[in-house]
């Protein structure tokens, strides 16, 4: 079955570093790949998608590139900012008779002024 | 926009009580999902509807059941509520094809069961 596997957190981070948190999936098909981010007491929000290989999804500043030859989905932002501390999950849909998406378990960013 | 309306947002039930969480939805979704969201175990599907009146378990069914009587309301029920059933639910929808759009979020219900 499919399933998406993010690095384990906490990521502790200075403000203005350099972030990386990665994702990596196994699907039977051809996905399309998403971010969702979940700040304290919140929701999940999109954060970003690629629905094909090689599209670069970017959002506030964060960027993650499909890569099919590796599986990976990995989320980037050149410089992070006190407000980016949250919860990122990392999720793939496939088609199928529901389109139910597979979540990662979260990576937690913890970002120190 | 409203987006999903998750009611209430907090409450604390004694064992054996039951009660509703409801979900609503004001984008047209066709799709509705309810899912938990537990410490170190990241989002587990409950139950899901892929239109008005259809219904179908995900991954952790047992001691809820839902019902999709109108489009835009996707309710959440637990007839008799254990300690096991203290979480985080939150209410997402989506298109019929969510490989496009993704999904949109509810704020949550923070269920403690005591």
């Known amino acids: 079955g499919d399933s998406v596997t993010q690095m384990e957190g906490p990521v502790t981070l200075s403000e203005e570093a350099f972030l990386t948190i990665n994702c990596t999936y196994t699907a039977t098909g051809y996905p399309s790949l998403f971010w969702y981010v979940q700040y304290p007491g919140e929701g999940l929000q999109l954060l970003l998608k690629?629905?094909?290989?090689?599209d670069k999804g970017s959002n506030k500043g964060f960027e993650a590139t499909y890569r099919k030859e590796t599986t990976s989905f990995h989320l980037e932002k050149g410089s992070v900012q006190v407000s980016d501390s949250a919860v990122y999950f990392c999720?793939?849909?496939?088609?199928?008779?529901?389109?139910?998406?597979?979540f990662g378990r979260g990576t937690s960013l913890i970002v120190h002024p | 926009n409203a987006g999903v309306t998750q009611t209430p947002k907090f409450r604390v039930l004694k064992t054996g009580q039951s009660m509703t969480l409801l979900c609503a939805q004001d984008m047209n979704h066709e799709y509705m999902y309810w899912y938990r969201q537990d410490p170190g175990m990241g989002l587990r599907l409950i139950h899901y509807s892929v239109g008005e009146g259809t219904t179908a378990k995900g991954e952790v069914p047992d001691g809820y059941n839902v019902s999709r009587l109108k489009k835009q309301n996707f309710l959440l029920g637990l007839e008799s509520a254990a300690p096991s059933q203290t979480s985080v639910y939150f209410c997402?929808?989506?298109?019929?094809?969510?490989?496009?759009?993704?999904?949109?979020f509810g704020s949550g219900t923070r269920l403690t069961v005591v």
């Open positions: 997402a929808s989506s298109y019929g094809d969510s490989r496009s759009y993704g999904y949109t």
């Open positions: 690629a629905t094909k290989a090689d």
């Open positions: 999720a793939l849909s496939e088609k199928g008779g529901s389109y139910i998406p597979t």
